[in-house]
Protein backbone atom coordinates (compact mmCIF):
# COMPACT_ATOMS: atom_id res chain seq x y z
CA UNK A 1 0.00 0.00 0.00
CA UNK A 2 2.38 2.73 0.69
CA UNK A 3 4.86 1.60 -2.51
CA UNK A 4 1.29 2.60 -4.49
CA UNK A 5 0.65 5.59 -2.69
CA UNK A 6 4.44 6.95 -3.51
CA UNK A 7 4.20 5.32 -7.03
CA UNK A 8 1.04 7.37 -7.58
CA UNK A 9 2.19 10.54 -5.64
CA UNK A 10 6.07 10.21 -7.73
CA UNK A 11 3.28 9.54 -11.40
CA UNK A 12 1.59 12.88 -10.28
CA UNK A 13 4.11 15.07 -9.49
CA UNK A 14 6.00 13.90 -13.03
CA UNK A 15 2.79 14.84 -14.74
CA UNK A 16 2.79 18.09 -13.22
CA UNK A 17 6.19 19.08 -14.11
CA UNK A 18 5.46 17.43 -17.70
CA UNK A 19 7.71 14.93 -17.78
CA UNK A 20 5.40 12.01 -16.96
CA UNK A 21 2.57 9.78 -18.22
CA UNK A 22 -0.80 11.51 -18.39
CA UNK A 23 -2.38 8.18 -17.27
CA UNK A 24 -3.76 10.04 -13.93
CA UNK A 25 -5.09 12.82 -16.17
CA UNK A 26 -7.32 10.18 -18.46
CA UNK A 27 -8.44 8.31 -15.82
CA UNK A 28 -10.00 10.97 -14.29
CA UNK A 29 -11.67 11.89 -17.20
CA UNK A 30 -13.09 9.12 -18.44
CA UNK A 31 -14.19 8.23 -14.49
CA UNK A 32 -16.50 12.00 -15.11
CA UNK A 33 -18.04 10.42 -18.38
CA UNK A 34 -20.10 7.74 -17.01
CA UNK A 35 -20.97 10.65 -13.95
CA UNK A 36 -22.07 13.03 -16.36
CA UNK A 37 -24.11 10.84 -18.41
CA UNK A 38 -25.62 9.26 -15.34
CA UNK A 39 -26.44 12.93 -14.17
CA UNK A 40 -27.93 13.64 -17.73
CA UNK A 41 -30.39 10.41 -17.69
CA UNK A 42 -31.75 11.09 -14.24
CA UNK A 43 -31.53 14.69 -14.55
CA UNK A 44 -31.54 15.78 -18.14
CA UNK A 45 -33.37 19.37 -17.33
CA UNK A 46 -30.48 20.13 -15.20
CA UNK A 47 -27.20 18.32 -16.41
CA UNK A 48 -27.84 18.80 -20.27
CA UNK A 49 -26.05 16.71 -22.80
CA UNK A 50 -24.09 19.04 -23.97
CA UNK A 51 -21.97 19.14 -20.62
CA UNK A 52 -20.18 16.27 -22.00
CA UNK A 53 -17.98 18.66 -24.14
CA UNK A 54 -16.56 19.59 -20.73
CA UNK A 55 -13.96 16.73 -20.23
CA UNK A 56 -13.69 17.20 -23.97
CA UNK A 57 -12.05 20.40 -23.35
CA UNK A 58 -10.09 19.45 -20.27
CA UNK A 59 -8.85 16.79 -22.43
CA UNK A 60 -7.46 18.86 -24.74
CA UNK A 61 -5.43 20.44 -21.88
CA UNK A 62 -4.18 18.09 -20.24
CA UNK A 63 -3.56 14.68 -22.72
CA UNK A 64 -1.89 13.70 -25.75
CA UNK A 65 -3.38 13.19 -28.85
CA UNK A 66 -2.87 9.37 -28.52
CA UNK A 67 -5.00 9.45 -24.88
CA UNK A 68 -7.51 11.92 -26.56
CA UNK A 69 -8.86 9.30 -29.09
CA UNK A 70 -10.06 7.29 -26.01
CA UNK A 71 -11.74 9.83 -24.52
CA UNK A 72 -13.47 11.06 -27.58
CA UNK A 73 -14.45 7.10 -28.17
CA UNK A 74 -16.12 6.79 -24.68
CA UNK A 75 -17.62 10.90 -24.72
CA UNK A 76 -19.13 9.09 -28.25
CA UNK A 77 -20.37 6.21 -26.34
CA UNK A 78 -21.57 7.96 -23.99
CA UNK A 79 -24.12 10.46 -26.66
CA UNK A 80 -25.29 7.28 -27.92
CA UNK A 81 -26.31 6.03 -24.20
CA UNK A 82 -28.13 9.10 -23.63
CA UNK A 83 -29.68 9.55 -27.02
CA UNK A 84 -31.19 5.73 -26.79
CA UNK A 85 -32.10 6.34 -22.84
CA UNK A 86 -33.77 9.97 -23.31
CA UNK A 87 -35.20 9.00 -26.68
CA UNK A 88 -35.18 10.85 -30.09
CA UNK A 89 -34.86 14.70 -29.41
CA UNK A 90 -37.91 15.52 -31.06
CA UNK A 91 -39.95 13.74 -28.22
CA UNK A 92 -39.48 16.58 -25.56
CA UNK A 93 -36.40 19.00 -24.12
CA UNK A 94 -33.34 18.04 -23.49
CA UNK A 95 -32.84 15.17 -25.36
CA UNK A 96 -29.40 14.38 -27.26
CA UNK A 97 -30.24 17.10 -30.72
CA UNK A 98 -27.64 17.46 -33.64
CA UNK A 99 -26.98 20.32 -32.27
CA UNK A 100 -25.40 18.72 -29.19
CA UNK A 101 -23.38 16.67 -31.20
CA UNK A 102 -21.76 19.65 -33.04
CA UNK A 103 -20.89 21.15 -30.40
CA UNK A 104 -19.08 18.06 -28.22
CA UNK A 105 -17.62 17.16 -31.77
CA UNK A 106 -15.88 20.64 -32.64
CA UNK A 107 -15.10 20.82 -29.15
CA UNK A 108 -12.96 17.56 -29.84
CA UNK A 109 -11.70 19.01 -32.85
CA UNK A 110 -9.95 22.12 -31.51
CA UNK A 111 -8.75 20.53 -28.33
CA UNK A 112 -6.93 17.53 -30.64
CA UNK A 113 -5.61 20.60 -32.72
CA UNK A 114 -4.86 22.33 -29.53
CA UNK A 115 -3.39 18.76 -28.09
CA UNK A 116 -1.50 18.42 -31.49
CA UNK A 117 0.42 21.48 -31.37
CA UNK A 118 1.49 20.90 -28.03
CA UNK A 119 3.04 17.64 -28.57
CA UNK A 120 4.96 19.36 -31.98
CA UNK A 121 6.53 22.21 -29.59
CA UNK A 122 7.63 19.66 -26.87
CA UNK A 123 5.81 21.99 -24.01
CA UNK A 124 3.20 20.39 -22.09
CA UNK A 125 0.51 23.69 -21.09
CA UNK A 126 1.56 23.19 -17.58
CA UNK A 127 4.99 24.62 -17.88
CA UNK A 128 4.27 26.88 -20.93
CA UNK A 129 3.77 29.77 -18.93
CA UNK A 130 6.59 28.94 -16.36
CA UNK A 131 8.94 28.91 -19.38
CA UNK A 132 8.19 32.30 -21.00
CA UNK A 133 8.48 33.35 -17.52
CA UNK A 134 12.06 32.31 -17.49
CA UNK A 135 12.50 33.62 -20.57
CA UNK A 136 11.29 37.14 -19.91
CA UNK A 137 13.48 36.64 -16.55
CA UNK A 138 16.57 35.65 -18.39
CA UNK A 139 16.35 38.99 -20.45
CA UNK A 140 16.01 40.65 -17.34
CA UNK A 141 18.85 39.43 -15.05
CA UNK A 142 21.09 39.66 -18.62
CA UNK A 143 19.92 42.96 -18.67
CA UNK A 144 21.21 44.12 -14.96
CA UNK A 145 24.29 46.62 -14.70
CA UNK A 146 27.44 45.59 -12.35
CA UNK A 147 27.61 47.83 -9.56
CA UNK A 148 29.85 50.65 -9.90
CA UNK A 149 32.73 52.18 -7.36
CA UNK A 150 31.59 55.30 -5.41
CA UNK A 151 31.29 58.04 -6.80
CA UNK A 152 29.58 56.37 -10.01
CA UNK A 153 25.52 56.76 -10.65
CA UNK A 154 24.13 54.17 -13.30
CA UNK A 155 20.32 53.18 -13.75
CA UNK A 156 18.77 50.90 -16.94
CA UNK A 157 14.86 51.14 -18.01
CA UNK A 158 13.23 49.21 -20.08
CA UNK A 159 9.71 49.24 -21.72
CA UNK A 160 8.90 46.62 -24.04
CA UNK A 161 6.04 47.67 -26.90
CA UNK A 162 2.69 47.53 -26.34
CA UNK A 163 2.72 46.58 -22.54
CA UNK A 164 3.84 43.52 -23.36
CA UNK A 165 6.73 40.96 -21.85
CA UNK A 166 8.89 40.94 -24.04
CA UNK A 167 11.48 43.50 -25.67
CA UNK A 168 14.00 43.39 -28.52
CA UNK A 169 16.02 45.83 -26.62
CA UNK A 170 18.38 44.30 -24.40
CA UNK A 171 21.87 45.34 -22.74
CA UNK A 172 24.74 43.37 -21.72
CA UNK A 173 27.37 44.66 -19.45
CA UNK A 174 30.59 43.62 -17.64
CA UNK A 175 33.61 45.47 -15.90
CA UNK A 176 36.87 44.15 -17.20
CA UNK A 177 40.46 44.79 -17.00
CA UNK A 178 40.25 44.20 -13.41
CA UNK A 179 37.28 46.08 -12.50
CA UNK A 180 38.90 49.41 -13.72
CA UNK A 181 36.60 49.48 -17.17
CA UNK A 182 33.00 49.23 -17.76
CA UNK A 183 31.76 47.94 -21.22
CA UNK A 184 28.03 48.20 -21.65
CA UNK A 185 26.31 47.45 -25.05
CA UNK A 186 22.67 48.36 -25.66
CA UNK A 187 21.13 46.72 -28.86
CA UNK A 188 17.90 47.14 -30.35
CA UNK A 189 16.66 43.91 -32.60
CA UNK A 190 14.32 44.25 -35.58
CA UNK A 191 10.64 43.52 -35.01
CA UNK A 192 8.98 44.03 -31.28
CA UNK A 193 7.50 41.33 -29.20
CA UNK A 194 7.68 37.96 -28.72
CA UNK A 195 9.72 37.29 -31.70
CA UNK A 196 12.37 39.88 -31.16
CA UNK A 197 12.22 38.78 -27.68
CA UNK A 198 13.66 35.45 -28.39
CA UNK A 199 15.88 36.38 -31.08
CA UNK A 200 17.00 39.27 -28.09
CA UNK A 201 17.60 36.23 -25.61
CA UNK A 202 20.01 34.77 -28.30
CA UNK A 203 21.78 37.49 -28.78
CA UNK A 204 22.27 39.00 -25.30
CA UNK A 205 23.73 35.18 -24.72
CA UNK A 206 26.21 35.42 -27.44
CA UNK A 207 26.67 39.64 -26.74
CA UNK A 208 27.59 38.59 -23.25
CA UNK A 209 30.10 35.89 -24.36
CA UNK A 210 32.31 38.46 -26.58
CA UNK A 211 31.70 41.25 -23.80
CA UNK A 212 35.28 41.54 -22.35
CA UNK A 213 37.13 38.40 -24.28
CA UNK A 214 37.66 40.50 -27.04
CA UNK A 215 39.25 44.22 -27.80
CA UNK A 216 36.74 46.67 -27.85
CA UNK A 217 37.41 47.28 -31.22
CA UNK A 218 36.59 43.57 -32.15
CA UNK A 219 33.18 43.53 -30.28
CA UNK A 220 30.94 44.84 -33.30
CA UNK A 221 32.92 43.06 -35.91
CA UNK A 222 32.33 39.85 -34.32
CA UNK A 223 28.85 40.60 -33.37
CA UNK A 224 28.13 41.10 -36.57
CA UNK A 225 29.63 38.04 -38.21
CA UNK A 226 27.78 36.35 -35.77
CA UNK A 227 24.17 37.98 -36.93
CA UNK A 228 25.31 37.43 -40.63
CA UNK A 229 25.58 33.46 -39.67
CA UNK A 230 22.29 32.78 -38.23
CA UNK A 231 20.59 33.99 -41.81
CA UNK A 232 16.92 35.31 -39.72
CA UNK A 233 14.63 36.75 -42.72
CA UNK A 234 15.00 39.11 -40.16
CA UNK A 235 18.23 39.42 -38.95
CA UNK A 236 19.48 43.18 -38.28
CA UNK A 237 20.30 44.76 -35.41
CA UNK A 238 21.83 48.37 -34.53
CA UNK A 239 24.45 48.35 -31.29
CA UNK A 240 25.93 51.57 -29.49
CA UNK A 241 29.37 49.54 -27.43
CA UNK A 242 30.77 51.84 -24.68
CA UNK A 243 33.96 51.63 -22.99
CA UNK A 244 34.62 53.68 -20.21
CA UNK A 245 37.49 54.08 -18.31
CA UNK A 246 36.05 54.43 -14.17
CA UNK A 247 39.16 55.92 -12.87
CA UNK A 248 39.84 58.60 -15.45
CA UNK A 249 36.37 59.17 -16.95
CA UNK A 250 37.53 58.53 -20.57
CA UNK A 251 35.39 56.66 -23.03
CA UNK A 252 35.03 55.68 -26.49
CA UNK A 253 31.66 54.76 -28.54
CA UNK A 254 31.63 52.45 -30.98
CA UNK A 255 28.00 52.08 -33.09
CA UNK A 256 26.68 49.89 -35.46
CA UNK A 257 24.23 52.54 -36.66
CA UNK A 258 22.37 53.44 -33.36
CA UNK A 259 21.12 56.84 -32.31
CA UNK A 260 23.37 58.75 -30.79
CA UNK A 261 24.57 58.84 -26.77
CA UNK A 262 24.38 62.52 -25.90
CA UNK A 263 26.61 63.51 -22.85
CA UNK A 264 25.96 66.41 -20.45
CA UNK A 265 28.59 68.76 -19.53
CA UNK A 266 28.30 69.86 -16.56
CA UNK A 267 30.24 72.86 -16.73
CA UNK A 268 27.78 74.00 -19.75
CA UNK A 269 24.66 72.49 -19.13
CA UNK A 270 24.90 71.61 -22.74
CA UNK A 271 24.19 68.23 -24.07
CA UNK A 272 26.41 66.69 -26.99
CA UNK A 273 25.68 64.17 -29.10
CA UNK A 274 28.52 61.37 -29.16
CA UNK A 275 28.51 58.91 -32.51
CA UNK A 276 30.87 56.59 -33.66
CA UNK A 277 30.65 55.64 -37.23
CA UNK A 278 29.06 52.36 -38.38
CA UNK A 279 26.90 50.39 -40.60
CA UNK A 280 23.84 48.00 -38.96
CA UNK A 281 24.24 44.88 -37.51
CA UNK A 282 23.44 41.95 -39.88
CA UNK A 283 23.75 43.95 -42.86
CA UNK A 284 27.16 42.50 -45.41
CA UNK A 285 30.16 41.21 -43.85
CA UNK A 286 33.47 42.95 -43.44
CA UNK A 287 31.80 45.75 -42.30
CA UNK A 288 34.31 48.60 -39.79
CA UNK A 289 33.17 50.84 -37.06
CA UNK A 290 35.10 53.43 -35.77
CA UNK A 291 34.60 55.02 -32.62
CA UNK A 292 34.18 58.33 -31.09
CA UNK A 293 36.12 59.46 -27.96
CA UNK A 294 35.07 61.54 -25.06
CA UNK A 295 35.41 62.12 -21.02
CA UNK A 296 32.96 62.42 -18.23
CA UNK A 297 33.79 65.08 -15.96
CA UNK A 298 32.22 64.98 -11.80
CA UNK A 299 29.04 65.86 -12.84
CA UNK A 300 28.77 65.05 -16.26
CA UNK A 301 25.99 62.41 -17.55
CA UNK A 302 25.59 59.77 -20.62
CA UNK A 303 22.86 58.50 -22.16
CA UNK A 304 22.59 55.52 -24.36
CA UNK A 305 18.99 54.75 -25.59
CA UNK A 306 17.63 53.14 -28.41
CA UNK A 307 15.22 54.62 -31.44
CA UNK A 308 11.78 53.76 -29.55
CA UNK A 309 12.39 56.39 -27.22
CA UNK A 310 13.07 59.68 -29.73
CA UNK A 311 11.41 58.51 -32.88
CA UNK A 312 7.92 58.58 -33.61
CA UNK A 313 5.57 58.47 -36.46
CA UNK A 314 4.60 62.17 -35.94
CA UNK A 315 8.13 62.99 -34.97
CA UNK A 316 11.44 62.61 -36.24
CA UNK A 317 14.56 61.84 -34.74
CA UNK A 318 15.97 65.33 -33.76
CA UNK A 319 13.15 66.31 -32.14
CA UNK A 320 13.34 63.23 -30.25
CA UNK A 321 16.17 64.19 -29.03
CA UNK A 322 15.46 67.67 -28.31
CA UNK A 323 12.43 66.72 -26.22
CA UNK A 324 14.36 63.76 -24.28
CA UNK A 325 17.02 66.46 -23.58
CA UNK A 326 14.64 68.90 -22.24
CA UNK A 327 12.99 66.49 -19.93
CA UNK A 328 16.13 65.61 -18.62
CA UNK A 329 17.21 68.75 -17.67
CA UNK A 330 14.74 68.69 -15.14
CA UNK A 331 16.69 65.90 -13.33
CA UNK A 332 20.28 67.73 -12.85
CA UNK A 333 19.63 68.99 -9.15
CA UNK A 334 18.31 65.56 -8.36
CA UNK A 335 21.57 63.63 -9.30
CA UNK A 336 19.52 61.70 -11.67
CA UNK A 337 18.05 59.43 -9.04
CA UNK A 338 15.02 57.48 -10.70
CA UNK A 339 15.13 59.70 -14.10
CA UNK A 340 15.73 56.74 -16.18
CA UNK A 341 12.27 55.15 -16.05
CA UNK A 342 10.72 58.60 -15.93
CA UNK A 343 12.27 59.88 -19.33
CA UNK A 344 10.63 56.63 -21.01
CA UNK A 345 7.09 57.37 -19.46
CA UNK A 346 7.75 61.31 -20.28
CA UNK A 347 8.96 61.22 -23.87
CA UNK A 348 7.67 57.83 -25.32
CA UNK A 349 4.56 56.45 -22.80
CA UNK A 350 2.49 55.67 -25.78
CA UNK A 351 4.93 54.80 -28.78
CA UNK A 352 4.22 51.14 -30.16
CA UNK A 353 8.10 50.46 -29.82
CA UNK A 354 10.33 48.92 -27.57
CA UNK A 355 12.67 51.49 -25.30
CA UNK A 356 15.75 51.59 -23.31
CA UNK A 357 17.62 54.08 -21.82
CA UNK A 358 20.91 53.73 -20.33
CA UNK A 359 21.88 56.02 -18.30
CA UNK A 360 25.53 56.75 -15.99
CA UNK A 361 26.62 59.39 -14.10
CA UNK A 362 29.82 60.77 -12.72
CA UNK A 363 28.82 62.68 -9.22
CA UNK A 364 30.25 65.84 -8.45
Known amino acids: ?209 LLGSLPPHAFLPAANGYLLRQDWDEGFATSIHLVLDLESGDYEIYSAGHPPALQLHAGSGQWEEKSGEGPLLGVYDGAEFDAVKGSLAPGDVLMLFTDGLVEASDRDIAEGIDRLTGEADRYVSTGFEGAAWHLIEACAKDVNDDRALLLLSRRA
Open 1 to 209: MHRARIGLRKSGVDYFRGDGSDWIALAGLLLTIPAITLATVVSPVWIDPAALALPIVAGGLLLRPSSLLGLYATAAGALIIEALTLGPYLDGPARVTPGTVLVVAACGFFGLILAQFRARVGVPWRRGGTMLFDLRERIRVQSSLPRLPQGWHREMALRPAGGQSFSGDFVVAARTHGGRTLEAVLTDVSGKGMDAGSRALLLSGAFGG
